[in-house]
């Protein structure tokens, strides 16, 4: 049998099986083509922007317009479409529920037996498909093309992310790491200092002018170094060099305090690296932990607010879509405000990272079920 005509009748039997009907389908591609459509449009308005900001950049550096689209736009794109569309499925759902309710379509189904409850089944199916792909994109997709992009503006724009403030990490449960000042594009650190402890005390220390780290062979070279070692019989040995090559516990990414490196990782590489981070008491460490709960607080947020659209959209009103429109937008503003808000406070605030990503969720989850309750039905 053809693999096609086996997947449709495997679609056939569980359409079958959980009652599915026809107008499930129509409201299925209701809300899946409102969607599509709102984020289309989006982007072509952000990437229209975005070229008359960048043009005079991309003429500049003589950028083959070919490489613009393919390692410019094709990796700028899926970030602002995971970005918006927790926010474009919202307004989608409240936009064409609007429609359907200013129509008497709703009163329709209503009429014809089918409970609000049932009703939900084609919203709910399209909300998850949608979190699916959020999903996806979040853990996946996004932090691959994040990490393309910014090795584009390297490499065209000469973007340098140079650390200037003095970074002390911890590279053992004895021993600490310090660097003056970390140059990203080059990955040279100046000023380098490292120091090992036994028994409250100094036992070693090794300092450098410059440090670089050989990616191929795992290795760090230091450049100008000296170094202390205190001996068992107490004395002081001292030695001096051009060249010294020695492995440490880190990487270095963990001498650049960026808070952006984390949306360049997927989520299992993101969750190793929070636990080194934990490990050597980053100051990001709140950043990094909040960007690992939104990977699945934002895609969840889908369900939440496709259900909260469907609530107040569904009621007819006299004064027709744009009351269910302004209401939609306070609402979603609302919940940014509340993201925003609960963010600044889980990085400064003493919040747990994992609380203020996920109180705005759990606020309009309780706001949503109110809804729900008082929906005519």
């Known amino acids: 049998m053809n693999p096609l005509t086996r997947i449709k009748e495997l679609n056939e039997r569980f359409k079958e099986k959980i009652g599915w009907k026809i107008l499930d389908s129509y409201l299925l591609k209701k809300m899946l083509g409102s969607v599509l459509f709102s984020i289309s449009l989006l982007m072509v308005v952000v990437v229209v922007f975005d070229v008359s900001e960048n043009i005079h950049r991309f003429m500049g550096h003589n950028i083959p317009a070919k490489e613009v689209i393919t390692g410019y736009y094709f990796n700028?794109?899926?970030?602002?479409?995971?970005?918006?569309?927790?926010?474009?499925?919202?307004?989608?759902?409240?936009?064409?529920?609007?429609?359907?309710?200013?129509r008497?379509?709703?009163?329709?189904?209503?009429?014809?037996?089918?409970?609000?409850?049932?009703?939900?089944?084609?919203?709910?199916?399209?909300?998850?498909?949608?979190?699916?792909?959020?999903?996806?994109?979040?853990?996946?997709?996004?932090?691959?093309?994040?990490?393309?992009?910014?090795?584009?503006?390297?490499?065209?724009?000469?973007?340098?992310?140079?650390?200037?403030?003095y970074q002390h990490v911890k590279n053992s449960k004895n021993s600490y790491i310090f660097v003056e000042r970390w140059d990203k594009l080059e990955d040279i650190g100046y000023n380098f200092t490292y120091e090992e402890f036994a028994n409250n005390a100094i036992r070693k220390k090794i300092s450098a002018q410059t440090i670089d780290y050989d990616e191929e062979q795992q290795v760090w070279h230091l450049h100008q170094y000296i170094h202390r070692e205190i001996t068992?019989?107490?004395?002081?040995?001292?030695?001096?060099?051009?060249?010294?090559?020695?492995?440490?516990?880190?990487?270095?990414?963990?001498?650049?305090?960026?808070?952006?490196?984390?949306?360049?990782?997927?989520?299992t590489e993101l969750r190793q690296f929070i636990k080194?981070?934990?490990?050597?008491?980053?100051?990001?460490?709140?950043?990094?932990?909040?960007?690992?709960?939104?990977?699945?607080?934002n895609p969840l947020g889908i369900l939440i607010m496709t259900l909260l659209g469907l609530s107040v959209s569904c009621r007819k009103?006299?004064?027709?879509?744009?009351?269910?429109?302004?209401?939609?937008?306070?609402?979603?503003?609302?919940?940014?405000?509340?993201?925003?808000?609960?963010?600044?406070?889980?990085?400064?605030?003493?919040?747990?990272?994992?609380?203020?990503?996920?109180?705005?969720?759990?606020?309009y989850l309780a706001i949503t079920i109110v809804m729900l309750k008082l929906t005519p039905k």
């Open 76 to 102: 700028f794109i899926p970030y602002f479409i995971n970005l918006f569309i927790p926010l474009f499925t919202f307004i989608s759902v409240i936009w064409f529920t609007s429609k359907l309710s200013s």
């Open 104 to 165: 008497n379509e709703i009163i329709s189904i209503f009429d014809n037996g089918i409970s609000f409850n049932r009703m939900l089944v084609p919203y709910v199916t399209g909300a998850v498909i949608i979190m699916i792909l959020s999903l996806i994109l979040s853990n996946f997709i996004v932090p691959n093309t994040n990490r393309k992009l910014n090795d584009f503006k390297y490499q065209y724009f000469g973007k340098r992310n140079v650390s200037t403030t």
């Open 232 to 267: 068992d019989d107490g004395d002081e040995l001292i030695i001096t060099g051009e060249d010294m090559d020695t492995t440490f516990n880190i990487k270095p990414m963990n001498l650049y305090q960026d808070a952006f490196i984390s949306e360049t990782m997927s989520y």
């Open 276 to 297: 080194e981070e934990k490990m050597r008491g980053s100051s990001l460490l709140a950043n990094y932990q909040i960007e690992q709960h939104k990977r699945l607080a």
């Open 317 to 363: 009103n006299t004064r027709g879509v744009g009351v269910h429109i302004f209401i939609g937008m306070g609402l979603a503003f609302t919940f940014i405000f509340l993201q925003q808000i609960s963010t600044v406070f889980s990085v400064s605030g003493g919040l747990p990272p994992i609380l203020g990503t996920w109180l705005p969720n759990l606020i």
